[in-house]
């Protein structure tokens, strides 16, 4: 299956704790995305990433997360010193080149459900 | 800051019959709409979309609306079949990534 691949799909975590959330985009994609959907909202942006290198990061809260890209692996996001707020299905998307809305759709992985406790 | 807005929640249809589903939005800068369709514990799967410079756009049994002044687009599935049940969001972008999503209506198909 050339899908995006997540993992965990699902995390619990004590508030304090660290939340490691990994991404494998479809084969032959470049660019990742990483989306947070909340309770009864919809999915909202956080960062945009290429191999090695963090495009756009304007929708990741300034404090307590991250993400990174590497050469090798998965992309990354983390959280650190997790709070019940952070309670959220994580979305990874990839896509083969930027500006998905124009050139196609992004693909959407299976989500990473991290409750904290 | 709403930018886009799914206002029914939830909707309910008999097999066979049509399904439209709304999605209003406020910004003027977004010229490629898409609509995702979400299953429980699944990731969102893209359905279809809509450039600007059209008003429809057709792909079996869905075809989406695209009504620029009113700033209104739907998505109508005819004839709506079990199989569809599950969440549909709408998701705008100004030709980024940064897709803008709505909260989603849940349709559900009655046999």
């Known amino acids: 299956n050339a899908g995006v691949m997540q993992n965990p799909r699902h995390l619990v975590r004590r508030r304090g704790q660290e939340a490691r959330l990994r991404c494998s985009p479809m084969?032959?994609?470049?660019?990742v995305y990483w989306y947070r959907q909340l309770p009864e909202e919809g999915l909202k942006f956080m960062v945009y990433?290429?191999?090695?290198?963090?495009?756009?990061e304007s929708g990741m809260p300034k404090e307590r997360f991250s993400a990174e890209f590497p050469k090798e692996g998965p992309s990354i996001l983390r959280i650190q010193q997790v709070v019940r707020g952070d309670s959220a299905a994580y979305f990874c998307a990839s896509s083969p080149s930027a500006g998905a809305g124009i050139t196609g759709e992004l693909f959407f992985g299976e989500g990473s459900r991290l409750t904290v406790l | 800051d709403q930018q886009v807005k799914q206002n029914s929640p939830s909707l309910s249809v008999q097999e066979g019959r049509i399904s439209i589903l709304n999605c209003d939005y406020t910004n003027s800068m977004f010229d490629y709409f898409l609509w995702y369709k979400k299953y429980p514990a699944e990731g969102p799967t893209f359905l279809i979309s809509i450039s600007s410079i059209k008003d429809k756009n057709e792909d079996g049994r869905f075809t989406v609306f695209l009504n620029k002044s009113a700033k209104h687009l739907s998505l109508h599935i005819v004839p709506s079949q079990p199989g569809d049940s599950a969440v549909y969001f709408c998701a705008p972008t100004s030709g980024t990534y940064k897709y803008i999503f709505g909260t989603g209506t849940r349709l559900k198909v009655l046999a």
């Open positions: 990433l290429q191999k090695e290198n963090i495009i756009d």
């Open positions: 084969k032959g994609h470049s660019h």
